[in-house]
């Protein structure tokens, strides 16, 4: 059985395009606070005590393809640049290498206070090829 505390968030692509996304951490009124963290009295909670990380494999899980940290800038997850934001960046040169129509990613956060490490979500990634290329001679 699936955990239901773990986000199902699917993402699309361009091959050779940049790949930004923002998501928010945080609670709303119709659905309970996440347990793990003091939230905010906005709903999105601060992550300035977490660290993160993101991996991206191809579908049949045997290759990771590209990793995503707060520990490195390129690619690179950036946490709390606005409450509860998770900011994703991988260059367009890393993402003109995804030939494949899916990936799969997954994300977590360690809290550096506790150590505890939570999956915040999962998914896939549909990814579109490029047609913008130049022809070989």
Same mark, same amino acid.
């Given at each position: 059985?699936?955990?239901? @505390? ?11 395009? %940049? ?8 609670? @709303? ?8 963290s003091i ?6 909670? =601060? ?11 191809t579908? =049949? ?8 940290s ?20 991988? @260059?367009? *040169? =890393? ?16 809290? %550096? ?23 070989? *001679?």
């Amino acid at each position: 059985m699936p955990d239901p @505390s773990v986000a199902l968030v699917d993402f699309y692509s361009n091959q050779g395009t %940049t790949f930004r996304r923002r998501l928010f951490y945080g609670y @709303s009124a119709l659905a309970p606070a996440d347990i793990t963290s003091i939230a905010d009295i906005d709903g999105y909670y =601060d992550l300035t005590d977490c660290t993160a990380e993101m991996f991206i494999r191809t579908w =049949d899980k045997a290759t990771i393809i590209a990793r995503l940290s707060t520990e490195d800038t390129d690619p690179g997850i950036v946490l709390n640049a606005v409450q509860g934001a998770i900011d994703l960046w991988v @260059s367009a *040169a =890393d993402t003109d290498l995804w030939d494949q129509k899916k990936y799969r990613h997954d994300l977590e956060l360690t809290y %550096t206070d506790t150590g505890d490490v939570i999956k915040k979500w999962k998914g896939t990634i549909f990814n579109d090829d490029t047609m913008t290329r130049e022809l070989d *001679a």
